[in-house]
T-cell receptor, first 113, second 115 residues
């Protein structure tokens, strides 16, 4: 009965590769997010997606793209991976009118070598 | 860029003491303030929120907000070793650049409660 689940938990890949991280929530929330937490533990929002409206943090490179096949899923695709992309990526979801009541997935630790 | 500032610590307190965690924010338009707890290797979880000036108590936790000083704090009374974690302060951004309406996090304060 996991609320927000993301796969894989660990991902090690070479520079230049393209990879995807999947996220699913069973809470019935209508807003989903992707966050990046770097080595200094700084948690920064990358995208929020609500009812087909995508809001992108302007600092996110366009190599990163979210894909939402339906309301319960928000996958993250990353093209041409770079060393600096190594981080923990968290998926989260919340009700649209209570954005701070976010439930986070367990995180995906991405290591680019 | 709207910012949330926290002392990264580590903050070390003995078991049973009061732990005081502080946070300042730059966005005067922010109205909602949150504390998340993140255990090592785990995901953040919401533990407190506060919208009005003053204190808000929930069990051993008290959140304090002073909008004039742009300051929010979290007090943990009777600290336990199980409270050892990183505490993230967050605000809802009123800003721009894709961040409006979303959570902006501080870098977190690592708390260690010694038995």
């Amino acid at each position: 009965d996991t609320a927000v689940s993301q796969t894989p938990k660990y991902l090690v890949t070479q520079m230049g590769n393209d990879k995807s991280i999947k996220c699913e929530q069973n809470l019935g929330h209508d807003t989903m997010y992707w966050y990046k937490q770097d080595s200094k533990k700084f948690l920064k929002i990358m995208f929020s997606y609500n009812n087909k409206e995508l809001i992108i943090n302007e600092t996110v490179p366009n190599r990163f793209s979210p894909k939402s096949p339906d309301k319960a899923h928000l996958n993250l695709h990353i093209n041409s991976l770079e060393l600096g992309d190594s981080a923990v990526y968290f998926c989260a979801s919340s009700p649209r009118d209570r954005r701070a009541e976010a439930f986070f997935g367990q995180g995906t630790r991405l290591t680019v070598v | 860029q709207k910012e949330v500032e926290q002392n990264s610590g580590p903050l070390s307190v003995p078991e049973g003491a009061i732990a005081s965690l502080n946070c300042t924010y730059s966005d005067r338009g922010s109205q909602s303030f949150f504390w998340y707890r993140q255990y090592s290797g785990k995901s953040p979880e919401l533990i407190m929120f506060i919208y009005s000036n003053g204190d808000k108590e929930d069990g051993r936790f008290t959140a304090q907000l002073n909008k004039a000083s742009q300051y929010v704090s979290l007090l943990i009374r009777d600290s336990q070793p199980s409270d050892s974690a990183t505490y993230l302060c967050a605000v809802i951004s009123s800003g721009y650049g894709g961040s409006q309406g979303n959570l902006i996090f501080g870098k977190g304060t690592k708390l260690s409660v010694k038995p």
